[in-house]
């Protein structure tokens, strides 16, 4: 596992006794006595921790690898590479930014509908090889700039329900992958596996059910044409607050089963998954976008997917037992023995980016070697 540090995460972990609430009150505070009203967020990596507990106990079969665009900020993406997840990346700077924490390249998929030849190739020479592929243009791109790539067929669903149904632009169809499939073999690509999203923010269960049995189609067409496909990608889509319509453990309780009748555990199949609001949303508290967006002292919870592209001040809140936490499961990998109630007792601390600090941290800092 990586490890996470002080100089890695760029944070500081500061004095004990803080909740999250305080720490919010006291920014609120500074800022509001600051002429700049810079908007802000504060980001609790102890929930991120508790959402990884939650997903290995209802989707212990699946993966995760997180999808950076949902939040590529540093302390978020190193606390995931410690604790051991893979990661979905859409560009170059993604896959540079995962990589400098130290995370090999079997852990990073990249996966973007158009790719750039420029980063496919920068992809291959960093030893990433699984990357998805939708489009006879996207197999004829890799089969030039990365004959070794390990390809994986993104299929589309019916998300039509889904806050954002990404199938309306991306995924082949059933019909259409066989094609995709027999182009590539001609082509000697070596495709390993299927993709496919529900659509974030997906409210209607049968989505997943009917995705995974899609994808079990599109492998017997794999098998049919010649290839040995090992790897499900079962995308994103679950959502990481407790106001959405669908509820994580709902969306789980079909996907287990639909798992087990398509893809049983005895198959040999490598399951992954791509959640990006699943980890984040509910551990950031912040604004809208930016210091546009200040009208009042407004506070919104689960700010935290697909929001701090405008890079704000973050601030980071960790306890220090937490952190310890950490360090613990980097050293035994016991993650599954901790509870996510042993995690929600421990009191809270504070840390802070420090590459944007704009605003003088209040509160007194203790430095932690690890
Ligand atoms: C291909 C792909 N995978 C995963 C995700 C993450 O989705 P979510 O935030 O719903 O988990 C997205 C989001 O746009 C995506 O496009």
Same mark, same amino acid.
């Given at each position: 596992?990586?490890?996470?540090?002080?100089?890695?995460?760029?944070?500081?972990?500061?004095?004990?006794?803080?909740?999250?609430?305080?720490?919010?009150?006291?920014?609120?505070?500074?800022?509001? &006595?600051?002429?700049?009203?810079? @908007?802000?967020?504060? /980001?609790?990596?102890?929930?991120? $921790?508790?959402?990884?507990?939650?997903?290995?106990? *209802? $989707?212990?079969?699946?993966?995760?690898?997180?999808?950076?665009?949902?939040?590529?900020?540093?302390?978020?993406?190193?606390?995931?590479? *410690?604790?051991?997840?893979?990661?979905?990346?859409?560009?170059?700077?993604?896959?540079?930014? !995962?990589?400098?924490?130290?995370?090999?390249?079997?852990?990073?998929?990249?996966?973007?509908?158009?790719?750039?030849? =420029?980063?496919?190739?920068?992809?291959?020479?960093?030893? !990433?090889?699984?990357? /998805?592929?939708? &489009?006879? !243009?996207?197999?004829?791109?890799?089969?030039?700039?990365?004959?070794?790539?390990? $390809?994986?067929?993104?299929? *589309? /669903?019916?998300?039509?329900?889904?806050?954002?149904?990404?199938?309306?632009?991306?995924?082949?169809?059933?019909?259409?992958?066989?094609?995709? $499939?027999?182009?590539?073999?001609?082509?000697?690509?070596?495709?390993?596996?299927?993709?496919?999203?529900?659509?974030?923010?997906?409210?209607?269960?049968?989505?997943?059910?009917? @995705?995974?049995?899609? @994808?079990?189609?599109?492998?017997?067409?794999?098998?049919?044409?010649?290839?040995?496909?090992?790897?499900?990608?079962?995308?994103?889509?679950?959502?990481?607050?407790?106001?959405?319509?669908?509820?994580?453990?709902?969306?789980?309780?079909?996907?287990?089963?639909?798992?087990?009748?398509?893809?049983? =555990?005895?198959?040999?199949?490598?399951?992954?998954?791509?959640?990006?609001?699943?980890?984040?949303?509910?551990?950031?508290?912040?604004?809208?976008?930016?210091?546009?967006?200040?009208?009042?002292?407004?506070?919104?919870?689960?700010?935290?997917?697909?929001?701090? *592209?405008?890079?704000?001040?973050?601030?980071?809140?960790? =306890?220090?037992? !937490?952190?310890?936490?950490?360090?613990?499961?980097?050293?035994?990998?016991?993650?599954?023995?901790?509870?996510?109630?042993?995690?929600?007792?421990?009191?809270?601390?504070?840390?802070?980016?420090?590459?944007?600090?704009?605003?003088?941290?209040?509160?007194? &800092?203790?430095?932690?070697?690890?």
């Amino acid at each position: 596992m990586n490890n996470f540090n002080k100089e890695e995460s760029d944070c500081h972990i500061l004095d004990e006794g803080f909740t999250a609430k305080d720490i919010l009150d006291q920014k609120i505070n500074e800022v509001s &006595s600051d002429d700049g009203k810079g @908007a802000f967020y504060v /980001t609790d990596l102890r929930d991120i $921790l508790k959402k990884h507990l939650r997903w290995l106990k *209802a $989707l212990s079969y699946v993966t995760p690898f997180y999808d950076v665009k949902c939040s590529d900020s540093r302390a978020i993406v190193n606390t995931l590479a *410690a604790i051991g997840t893979g990661f979905h990346c859409t560009s170059k700077t993604e896959i540079q930014l !995962v990589q400098s924490l130290g995370v090999p390249p079997e852990r990073i998929i990249y996966a973007n509908s158009s790719k750039q030849v =420029s980063q496919i190739k920068y992809a291959v020479s960093n030893g !990433v090889q699984m990357m /998805t592929f939708d &489009s006879e !243009v996207e197999l004829m791109k890799v089969a030039k700039a990365h004959p070794k790539a390990k $390809l994986v067929l993104w299929i *589309a /669903t019916d998300a039509s329900k889904a806050v954002c149904c990404l199938s309306v632009k991306f995924g082949a169809t059933v019909k259409t992958s066989k094609l995709l $499939l027999e182009w590539a073999k001609q082509l000697n690509i070596d495709v390993i596996g299927v993709s496919f999203h529900a659509g974030s923010g997906c409210t209607v269960l049968e989505t997943f059910v009917q @995705a995974v049995s899609d @994808a079990s189609c599109v492998f017997d067409m794999g098998a049919e044409v010649g290839f040995s496909m090992y790897l499900l990608d079962i995308g994103g889509g679950f959502p990481g607050s407790e106001d959405t319509k669908l509820k994580f453990e709902e969306i789980t309780s079909v996907i287990n089963p639909a798992l087990d009748k398509y893809f049983p =555990s005895d198959c040999g199949m490598r399951i992954i998954a791509e959640p990006g609001t699943y980890y984040v949303s509910s551990s950031i508290w912040g604004p809208m976008c930016d210091d546009l967006d200040w009208i009042t002292e407004l506070l919104f919870e689960n700010m935290g997917a697909y929001t701090v *592209a405008a890079r704000p001040t973050i601030y980071y809140v960790m =306890s220090r037992s !937490v952190w310890q936490l950490m360090k613990h499961i980097q050293n035994h990998d016991f993650l599954l023995e901790i509870e996510e109630q042993d995690i929600s007792t421990v009191p809270m601390s504070c840390a802070q980016e420090s590459r944007l600090d704009h605003h003088p941290a209040a509160c007194a &800092s203790t430095s932690i070697n690890v």
